[in-house]
């Protein structure tokens, strides 16, 4: 039982690994996905490493080294799409984890190394937002996103 539970997980974290790197058209080193589920409320972010360059969603194109051989899409829906997605899979879990009576996560935070092939994941089951007056799920994937740009 305990099998085909973790079995589901992985897949739907592999479908978000997926979509991300079918959002860069398989042109990054990293990707970096956030998802979080606290007081009923589904968010999700991704951003990557490309070209030692840690970069947002919509800032793809301000990584290419030479911008006349390649142009990544950026729009509006394709990044929309992409979130959905993310979100669907975070429903999922949600789904998953009831389903097996198992806790459900607050947050989730992949990191999928492209050159190695290589998945980790740091999961949350505290509140990590929504006990503070002014904090959102996106301030703690911004926070994310400037450490990992720090660090890069």
């Given at each position: 039982m305990s099998e085909i539970f973790e079995d589901k997980f992985s897949e739907l974290q592999a479908d978000m690994v997926a979509i991300c790197l079918e959002y860069v058209e398989n042109r990054a080193e990293k990707i970096f996905i956030y998802g979080s589920f606290e007081e009923k409320v589904i968010s999700s972010d991704f951003f990557y490493c490309?070209?030692?360059?840690?970069v947002?969603?919509?800032?793809?194109?301000?990584?290419i080294n030479n911008?006349?051989?390649?142009?990544?899409?950026?729009?509006?829906?394709?990044?929309?799409?992409v979130l959905n997605i993310l979100n669907n899979n975070i429903k999922e879990m949600i789904k998953l984890c009831k389903e097996y009576n198992r806790e459900m996560l607050s947050e989730i935070k992949l990191v999928?190394?492209?050159v190695n092939n290589s998945l980790k994941a740091d999961y949350r089951y505290d509140k990590v937002y929504s006990n503070h007056p002014e904090k959102t799920a996106d301030d703690v994937s911004m926070k994310w996103f400037e450490e990992i740009q720090s660090t890069l």
């Open positions: 490309i070209n030692g360059v840690v947002r969603k919509h800032k793809l194109n301000d990584a911008p006349m051989d390649f142009q990544y899409d950026t729009s509006g829906e394709r990044q929309s799409g999928y190394n492209v």
